[in-house]
């Protein structure tokens, strides 16, 4: 399932070129949560907590459990986009897109296969992955990271369909039931 983390934040009163500009020199990484009820809130977090996160994600959906100062609870919350510097690869700027436990996401997550096809290993077939993500609807707790499939009964010839791969529970798929995942 989806890794939950928790995430220290700051309300980001300053907003403009100038005052980033300040933040970022203090290793202060500027972010933002928008979605659900609440209207869009600038946000700061430690460089150093959100490497951190990131280098212990082991996928790309991370449920995180924002604990803003100055506000009584926690707001849960999936990173929706991370921009990095394209010269070291730094944090640049965190999206943050606010979520309920108990409503349906939609996201994109990894298909991956397990074992060796028969048809490659034993007649020199290939085995060819038409599909890279599989798009779910499931409650945030159900998320998965990945989603394995056995490719190991496939023959020459033969394939797997989005229908016929097995999803956990409470997680259904948005894909086209007739696309190839695996042929």
């Given at each position: 399932?989806?890794?939950?983390?928790?995430?220290?934040?700051?309300?980001?009163?300053?907003t403009?070129?100038?005052?980033?500009?300040?933040?970022?020199?203090?290793?202060?990484?500027p972010?933002?949560?928008?979605g659900?009820?609440d209207k869009?809130q600038?946000?700061?977090?430690?460089?150093?907590?959100?490497?951190?996160?990131?280098?212990?994600?082991?996928?790309?959906?991370?449920?995180?459990?924002?604990?803003?100062?100055?506000e009584?609870?926690?707001?849960?919350?999936?990173?929706?986009?991370i921009?990095?510097?394209?010269?070291?690869?730094?944090?640049?700027?965190v999206?943050?897109h606010?979520?309920s436990?108990?409503?349906?996401?939609?996201?994109?997550?990894?298909l991956e296969?397990?074992?060796?096809?028969?048809?490659?290993?034993?007649?020199?077939?290939l085995?060819?992955?038409s599909?890279?993500?599989?798009?779910?609807?499931?409650?945030?707790?159900?998320?998965?990271?990945?989603?394995?499939?056995?490719?190991?009964g496939?023959?020459?010839?033969?394939?797997?369909?989005?229908?016929?791969?097995?999803l956990?529970?409470?997680v259904?798929?948005?894909?086209?039931?007739?696309?190839?995942?695996?042929?």
């Amino acid at each position: 399932m989806a890794k939950q983390v928790k995430l220290t934040a700051q309300r980001r009163e300053a907003t403009g070129r100038s005052a980033i500009r300040k933040l970022k020199a203090r290793g202060i990484v500027p972010a933002i949560v928008y979605g659900g009820k609440d209207k869009p809130q600038p946000l700061q977090v430690s460089r150093r907590d959100i490497s951190l996160m990131l280098s212990h994600a082991s996928g790309e959906n991370i449920l995180v459990e924002l604990e803003i100062a100055g506000e009584k609870g926690s707001r849960m919350a999936m990173i929706q986009e991370i921009q990095h510097s394209p010269v070291g690869g730094d944090v640049l700027h965190v999206d943050f897109h606010a979520v309920s436990m108990d409503e349906k996401i939609e996201a994109d997550v990894p298909l991956e296969p397990v074992g060796v096809a028969n048809g490659v290993k034993n007649f020199g077939g290939l085995l060819e992955q038409s599909l890279r993500t599989l798009e779910v609807e499931c409650l945030p707790r159900d998320l998965p990271d990945k989603i394995t499939v056995d490719v190991s009964g496939l023959n020459i010839g033969d394939s797997i369909h989005v229908r016929d791969v097995q999803l956990p529970a409470g997680v259904a798929a948005k894909t086209q039931p007739d696309l190839t995942a695996f042929s």
